[in-house]
């Protein structure tokens, strides 16, 4: 069920409450209640107090803490193959039920902790997995003056103990997951009296990836009003539809309000983003990569999707108005855009650029 974050950061657990009173009066017998929906630490605690509140001293019920790890555009397979399975539960009849049913079927590790630890666990991995991709787009600003930051990600990653997963720079972490857990961790965490310091700048950093971009795009086309931009991705990532979260929410408005011609592709997520910016004069939908470079100033990538890693090159370039791609997903291989006659801009490797020095953000 739905925890939307609050104004505050806070998960809003109206839902969670709903259901606990709901469940409360109908219990018959024991019933084991499994939360999965990702809650701040000690919700199964409220759970349970919600519920034998209502319900009275002599109904039998447990609350356990199940969560999942499912991505999305994998889901289905990473419930098949889980790396691990998390069972959160304080007795031991709640315990067993929950280890009859996953022991039986699959065949990876087991954590089986506290409830509350439980909880605990989901919301430390997803502001881990933000904390590793805030980390490598800071590495991406200084490799911008020195290095290539996907080698140094290689690099880096083939070291065990760091993995090579979730070090992709580039426009930072969007969806409904990574940046709400990040959040409703601090929060959790400054209620308990923790320094988060370090996780407000894991926030930070990400934010900061957009006028990142913002950057290259003036600095690729200087002057923004009636020059054509070919978008290409809204979706918060790759392989879905989603656009929660996503940096095209704060990009494309950034380029409409300068005063840019936008011409939108996404493969699948482009309806969802029309019903938020209804196409106008400036802004239209399109139904492929080539439309949307068809006489453009500059292409502007902002998901990672394989479609575009595969693009015809010779073809672009013969669509285009001016060959400029800002690549805020880092898909090419700078070289090769420079061997095929484009101007390249992308974070953290170096720019193939006519131009010597940067600008600031102004849009
Ligand atoms: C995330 C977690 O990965 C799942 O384990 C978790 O179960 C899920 O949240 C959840 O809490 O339900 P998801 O939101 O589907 O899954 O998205 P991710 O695949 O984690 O990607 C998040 C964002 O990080 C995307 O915007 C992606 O483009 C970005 N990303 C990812 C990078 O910028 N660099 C990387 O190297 C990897």
Not at 42 to 52: C, E, G
Not at 123 to 149: P, Q, R
Not at 226 to 231: P, S
Request: with cysteine; aromatic share 6%.
């Amino acid at each position: 069920m739905g925890t939307p974050a609050r104004a505050d950061g806070r998960a809003d657990l109206r839902q969670v409450e709903e259901v606990a009173r709901t469940i409360a009066p109908l219990l018959d017998g024991y019933k084991l209640i499994v939360e999965k929906s990702t809650v701040p630490a000690r919700t199964a605690s409220w759970i349970d107090w919600t519920i034998r509140r209502l319900a009275g001293p002599e109904r039998e019920f447990d609350v356990a803490s199940n969560p999942e790890f499912l991505r999305e555009g994998t889901a289905v397979r990473d419930f098949l193959e889980p790396d691990r399975i998390v069972i959160g539960a304080d007795t031991r009849r709640a315990r067993s039920l929950l280890r009859d049913l996953y022991e039986t079927n699959f065949d990876c590790p087991i954590v089986v902790t506290s409830v509350t630890a439980a909880e605990l666990i989901k919301h430390t991995s997803n502001a881990f997995l933000a904390t590793k991709i805030s980390f490598i787009n800071l590495v991406s600003d200084l490799c911008a003056e020195l290095g290539d930051v996907a080698t140094v990600a290689r690099g880096v990653g083939l070291d065990p103990r760091i993995g090579g997963h979730f070090l992709d720079a580039g426009l930072g972490f969007g969806g409904s997951c990574l940046p709400k857990d990040l959040r409703a961790l601090i929060t959790v965490a400054e209620d308990n009296g923790v320094d988060v310091a370090m996780l407000r700048e894991v926030e930070r950093i990400n934010t900061a990836r957009v006028d990142r971009l913002l950057a290259k795009v003036e600095r690729a086309l200087w002057v923004l009003p009636h020059k054509v931009i070919g978008v290409l991705g809204v979706a918060f990532k790759a392989n879905t539809d989603d656009i929660r979260g996503a940096p095209s929410l704060a990009i494309i408005p950034r380029l409409h309000g300068a005063g840019a011609i936008l011409r939108i592709y996404d493969p699948i997520a482009a309806r969802n983003f029309q019903k938020l910016y209804p196409p106008d004069d400036r802004l239209t939908y399109v139904e492929s990569a080539f439309e949307a470079a068809r006489g453009a100033d500059a292409l502007v990538i902002l998901t990672e999707w394989d479609e575009f890693r595969t693009l015809d090159l010779d073809t672009i370039r013969s669509l285009v108005r001016t060959p400029i791609v800002v690549d805020g997903r880092n898909l090419f291989e700078p070289a090769r855009m420079r061997a095929a006659s484009f101007e390249y801009y992308s974070l953290g490797r170096g720019d193939a650029s006519l131009l010597a020095e940067p600008q600031r953000v102004r849009i």
